[in-house]
């Protein structure tokens, strides 16, 4: 069977295939259109379809889109109410339940050849969770969704027997831990539905001074649900304007929104392992990019095991709502890596490389080049294999630099334009991680944060956090044995088992994804060393 899976309503339009139950490919439309997020996250910019992603995932197969068996859009526009049914400020809502029902023609003319009775709605937060529970290595398995909202509300909890699933209690709107955390995010100068995870950062620099506050409005109920209604943000700290400057208020403000959150996914989770009795808990959801409350999950909660989906956010139900479809067909496999996005022979790379004019170099093995770079404490841009799918850089598209220098985060901060609070990660060999992280492990997707080990807190410094703790990813060496061998040589040259690691981009900009992007970035950032494939472009030789 061969499934297109198709998100396009609220933010984040992507597209994934699944073909004999396997996955083939998935990507964010962003990476085509450059467009953060694809489109700005507002209420009435309902009509982005991602018309490129889906073309390039149906080439990825050699397929036209009337080859396909289905087209799964995760969303259902019949099971939507009106928003203000659902006590919820949303006057564009109506256009967006019309372009979701209008969705198969709209669909059929950016794809010729498709037939609109092929598409298939599928609810917003069973795709999610199809997204966590089908995709995961676990066929038996808890999910959790939590995010703003789907079609009339804002969380679902089940288990996944042999990955079919239950559905056992959700939470209507208009309660929403996601909208809470949105409305957070705007309140402290930040972009809602986009900077939600530069919230999580500045939490760490306060103090939950506002928490008994906030559970007047955000708790969890004790039936398996909880309450999260609109909080009066300026009666507990000023409104932060965009740009400007955040004080204690600020900081405070952000932590105490941290713990609350976490209190109640606490109380979700322990309700869900009650009831299900399994030892594994799979995430899916905006809210499951908060990597702080995932980590929270792993200690505190019943589960011996926590699994997030990669691409937890609403691009990530382009590939849950395929592979629910898929699965009622016939058997799906599980994700096998983040790395399903757009990747190049090693000669079109050249190709972009002569096009450009730019002078470089086939050294025998860029993983050597590299690790001397940065031991040289050098800036390098990364560009390897096929693109991520979500927003972690995890090796194939990043920035890395020197982790023993303190000071390469405010120059990394600097590079991409970022906020001077937010931290760097740490990209570190599966089997030397225990060493030095304490926390889940492995962690190959960036979705937990693990403490340092006091005695190599001073080693590492850039990739510290103000906490002591690390946002770390891991990576095995049988997956990933390019990103090893330069991992093993940057060791080799500096004794440190661990490098910087954070996404190729610039600040508002989407990750790059193709040979024209990391040649723009390279070219407008202050980048020393350029890894395309196996060549490498130095800034001192192409601005000589």
């Not at 700005?40 to 149906?58: D, I, T, V, Y």
């Not at 940065?374 to 982790?403: K, M, N, T």
């Amino acid at each position: 069977m061969r499934v297109l899976g198709i998100n396009a309503l609220f933010h984040d339009p992507a597209a994934a295939l699944v073909v004999d139950g396997r996955i083939v490919a998935a990507a964010e439309e962003e990476r085509f259109s450059r467009r953060k997020h694809g489109k700005r996250p507002l209420p009435f910019s309902a009509w982005e379809l991602p018309e490129q992603s889906a073309r390039w995932c149906l080439e990825q197969a050699g397929l036209t889109a009337a080859d396909l068996d289905a087209v799964a859009y995760s969303y259902d526009p019949e099971l939507a109410l009106p928003a203000a049914q659902l006590q919820l400020d949303d006057p564009w809502d109506a256009l967006r339940q019309e372009y979701a029902r209008q969705a198969p023609g709209f669909l059929a003319e950016a794809l010729p050849g498709l037939d609109p009775e092929k598409v298939r709605f599928v609810a917003h937060h069973v795709a999610h969770a199809a997204s966590a529970g089908q995709a995961s290595p676990y066929p038996d398995c808890a999910v959790l969704v939590l995010d703003g909202r789907g079609e009339c509300g804002s969380h679902l909890s089940g288990r996944y027997v042999n990955r079919e699933l239950e559905v056992l209690s959700a939470q209507a709107l208009p309660d929403s831990l996601g909208l809470f955390y949105e409305d957070l995010t705007q309140h402290l100068g930040f972009l809602r539905s986009s900077d939600e995870f530069k919230v999580m950062a500045l939490a760490s620099y306060g103090s939950p001074r506002f928490l008994d506050a906030l559970r007047e409005y955000v708790r969890a109920d004790g039936d398996g649900g909880f309450r999260a209604r609109p909080v009066p943000w300026e009666s507990l700290a000023p409104a932060r304007a965009a740009g400007a400057g955040w004080t204690r208020d600020h900081a405070d403000l952000a932590a105490s929104a941290q713990a609350c959150l976490e209190e109640v996914l606490l109380e979700l989770a322990r309700s869900l392992h009650a009831r299900t009795g399994q030892d594994v808990l799979t995430l899916a959801g905006g809210v499951a990019l908060n990597c702080v409350a995932n980590s929270l999950l792993y200690r505190e909660s019943p589960f011996r095991t926590v699994w997030v989906q990669p691409a937890a956010g609403d691009a990530g139900t382009a590939l849950g709502a395929a592979l629910h479809l898929a699965h009622q067909k016939e058997p799906v496999e599980a994700m096998p890596t983040a790395a399903l996005g757009r990747g190049w022979r090693d000669e079109e790379l050249r190709a972009w490389l002569e096009r450009a004019a730019v002078p470089y170099e086939e050294p025998d093995d860029i993983a050597e080049t590299v690790a001397a770079e940065l031991a040289r404490d050098g800036i390098v841009a990364w560009f390897q294999g096929r693109s991520e799918y979500g927003p972690r850089a995890l090796g194939h598209r990043s920035l890395l630099a020197h982790p023993g220098h303190a000071a390469n985060l405010e120059r990394l901060n600097a590079v991409k334009g970022r906020e001077e609070f937010r931290p760097v990660a740490p990209m570190v060999l599966t089997e030397r991680a225990a060493e030095l992280f304490d926390g889940p492990l492995p962690s190959p997707y960036m979705l937990f944060v693990h403490d340092v080990a006091e005695e190599w807190r001073a080693r590492i410094p850039a990739v510290v956090h103000v906490d002591g703790t690390a946002r770390i990813q891991t990576v095995d060496r049988s997956a990933e044995p390019l990103v090893a061998r330069m991992i093993d040589g940057f060791e080799a040259r500096t004794g440190l088992p661990v490098v910087v690691n954070t996404s190729l981009n610039t600040a508002g900009r989407p990750m790059v994804d193709d040979p024209r992007d990391a040649l723009e970035c390279f070219g407008s950032a202050p980048v020393d060393l350029l890894a395309l494939g196996p060549f490498a472009v130095r800034r001192r030789e192409v601005f000589a």
